[in-house]
């Protein structure tokens, strides 16, 4: 049973062609005159990593059956063979889910390529599968489809050291996957380095990354390496690139382009070779129209766009989650690990989580300092978690509470440590009124600035203020 290519065909003329043939190619295969004892074989565990069948059958025919073994082994490559080549049956066949479509009377040098390139296929798909699941076995915890999601694209780019924006909240494990695809990566013995543009000050992001000469600026009294060089023939992770001063973007985007680039105050050009994984947790589509992010830049980087979803989106991760962060906890903390009982998983899994899984990890944190027995109860829960939950936050949707999705949004913003969010809101505030006003007067500035309850004389400066585009 162990035949790498399957054979159905009620025509034995065709059975014994295809076996010779796939034989002296030095391929092993087995043949069935009906489909109905193939798919038994399969239902009983059994696979091959290749069926090629007849469409034609009298009992069970060639797409019947494909659907069937792809009930079992979806990624199995099926080549489908038909005497009435037409269009019809074989977009039929592509439609059902074949991999080929093998029009009779057919060529056997063609059959022959047909099956090797199925079996090379079947062995990438597999090959795919165990890097997968190497990806999320080991680091990244997930089982909802969005994050399978993940684990897929992390898998097939394993082999590649082309560069990735991941996009995602804060908290949500950007800069996990970011370590993920490097370890899996070709350069995985070489340096993986994380830097947030956000948390270094935008006058020393150059020196940061590209390291200055002696004297270059007050202040350098030695000449220092940058980020740049210290990652090279690794990984360098650029956390918040939406928050990249404008100047340090024309630079990245130059060693992008020539793989070298000049120290701060340096005449030396230096070469390296450094993958670049940026993540952000903004638009930056909508960064680049406002003119705060360099088109060119966002190309380069955004060739491959891997989105993480905020940990709202896969709630049924929750428990699972939980209780990975409980038993590091009690690990770390040299604690026994406590449980949650289902009413706290229960609670768990309706809040709103504005921080993420980060906020989800830090409470577990507390909760083993905190909880006082074995067993965590909803009122172990800290007083935050009791604020806002999801179907709050659906709830105020439906009855245009809008004040709740705005403390929401704070309270997100707040944990993601953001500051002078007032401003930030207001601005946010005034222009989306401003622009329902202007709507609805088809873009009357007086009408629109009595309806808003302002005088012309503010209407005029907000419009600048706010950078409205209408005249
Ligand atoms: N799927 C996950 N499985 C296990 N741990 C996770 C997962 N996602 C996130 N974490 C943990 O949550 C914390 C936050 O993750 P991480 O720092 O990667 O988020 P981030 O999106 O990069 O955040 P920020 O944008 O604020 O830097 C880390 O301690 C990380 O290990």
């Not at 790498?4 to 034989?23: C, F, N, Q, T, Y």
């Not at 202040?219 to 090279?232: I, K, P, S, T, V």
């Not at 768990?348 to 109860?377: F, H, K, Y």
Request: hydrophobic share 40%; aromatic share 6%; charged share 25%.
């Amino acid at each position: 049973m162990n035949e790498p290519v399957w054979v159905v065909d009620d025509d034995s003329s065709i059975r014994w062609v295809l076996e010779k043939a796939l034989k002296v190619a030095d391929i092993g295969c087995m043949s069935f005159s009906n489909a109905e004892d193939l798919l038994l074989q399969i239902q009983s565990g059994n696979a091959p990593q290749v069926v090629i069948s007849d469409v034609r059958m009298p009992e069970m025919d060639g797409m019947t059956l494909l659907q069937e073994i792809h009930e079992h082994y979806p990624d199995l490559p099926i080549i489908i063979m038909t005497a009435h080549s037409d269009l019809d049956s074989a977009v039929k066949a592509y439609k059902g889910g074949a991999f080929e479509y093998l029009p009779k009377p057919f060529d056997i040098d063609e059959a022959v390529s047909l099956t090797k390139r199925a079996l090379e296929h079947a062995r990438e798909t597999s090959q795919l599968k165990q890097q997968e699941s190497r990806v999320s076995n080991t680091e990244i915890i997930g089982e909802a489809p969005a994050m399978q999601e993940v684990f897929r694209a992390v898998g097939r780019l394993s082999r590649s050291s082309i560069s990735v924006l991941i996009n995602g909240q804060s908290g949500t494990g950007k800069e996990l996957v970011a370590q993920a695809l490097h370890k899996h990566s070709p350069r995985s013995d070489e340096t993986f380095i994380a830097l947030n543009m956000a948390a270094i000050p935008a006058d020393l992001i150059e020196s940061e990354l590209f390291g200055h000469e002696k004297g270059a600026f007050t202040g350098a009294q030695n000449a220092r390496q940058g980020r740049f060089e210290q990652a090279d023939g690794g990984t360098l992770f650029l956390d918040e690139i939406g928050d990249m001063p404008i100047d340090v973007q024309t630079r990245l985007l130059r060693v992008l382009a020539d793989g070298q680039f000049y120290r701060v105050g340096g005449h030396q050009p230096v070469k390296v070779d450094v993958r670049i994984i940026a993540a952000t947790h903004q638009d930056l589509e909508k960064r680049v129209e406002d003119g705060k992010f360099r088109e060119d830049l966002y190309h380069r980087l955004n060739v491959i766009k891997i989105h993480l979803p905020s940990l709202n989106e896969r709630r049924e991760d929750i428990p699972l989650l939980a209780k990975h962060f409980l038993a590091k906890a009690s690990k770390e903390l040299g604690v026994e690990s406590k449980q949650l009982s289902k009413a706290a998983e229960e609670k768990l899994m309706d809040v709103a989580w504005p921080g993420n899984v980060r906020q989800l990890e830090n409470t577990c944190r507390w909760l083993t300092v905190m909880a006082s027995g074995q067993e965590i109860l909803v009122d172990d829960l800290p007083p935050e978690l009791h604020m806002l939950s999801a179907t709050e936050v659906k709830q105020s949707v439906i009855n245009d509470d809008w004040t709740v999705l705005l403390a929401n949004w704070a309270d997100k913003q707040l944990l993601s440590g953001r500051n002078d969010i007032l401003d930030a809101a207001q601005y946010d505030f005034e222009k989306v009124l401003l622009s329902c006003a202007l709507k609805h007067t088809q873009g009357h500035k007086q009408e629109a600035a009595k309806r808003l309850g302002w005088g012309r004389n503010t209407l005029t400066r907000k419009l600048k203020e706010l950078n409205f585009s209408h005249d």
